[in-house]
Nanobody, 126 residues
Framework: QLQLVESGGDLVQSGGSLRLSCTAS????????LGWFRQAPGKEREGVSC????????NYADSVKGRFTISRDNAKNTVYLQMNSLKPEDTAVYYC???????????????????WGKGTLVTVSS
């Protein structure tokens, strides 16, 4: 069972930046599409960004385009989410997820992902 572990969540002021990381200790992530999702209190989980297994294709939710950047380092078995110009509405628990198929990145839908981390909390103060 692939176990994903997120890190990097923190309290940051509006306009600030954070970088989230996600890694797996026992299995390689190289063959998985990897995505970031978030869930704010009282809201449904939403897709934020996704990157294909090769890293050659990325996708973003409209709400984060131009501010967030997803990347992966297969040598380090890690996927990152660089978040800039953070807004209070970005406050949420952020989850890393992995999918067997790159096609899961097309819509960044939670139902398309096969494995999940436990999340890391990002709080953006105004």
């Amino acid at each position: 069972q692939l176990q994903l572990v997120e890190s990097g969540g923190d309290l940051v002021q509006s306009g600030g930046s954070l970088r989230l990381s996600c890694t797996a200790s026992e299995f390689t992530l190289n063959y998985y599409a990897l995505g970031w999702f978030r869930q704010a209190p009282g809201k449904e989980r939403e897709g934020v960004s996704c990157i294909s297994s090769s890293g050659g294709s990325t996708n973003y939710a409209d709400s984060v385009k131009g501010r967030f950047t997803i990347s992966r380092d297969n040598a380090k078995n890690t996927v990152y989410l660089q978040m800039n110009s953070l807004k209070p509405e970005d406050t949420a628990v952020y989850y890393c997820a992995a999918a067997f198929s790159d096609s899961s990145c097309f819509s960044i839908a939670a139902r398309g992902m096969d494995f999940w981390g436990k999340g890391t909390l990002v709080t953006v103060s105004s």
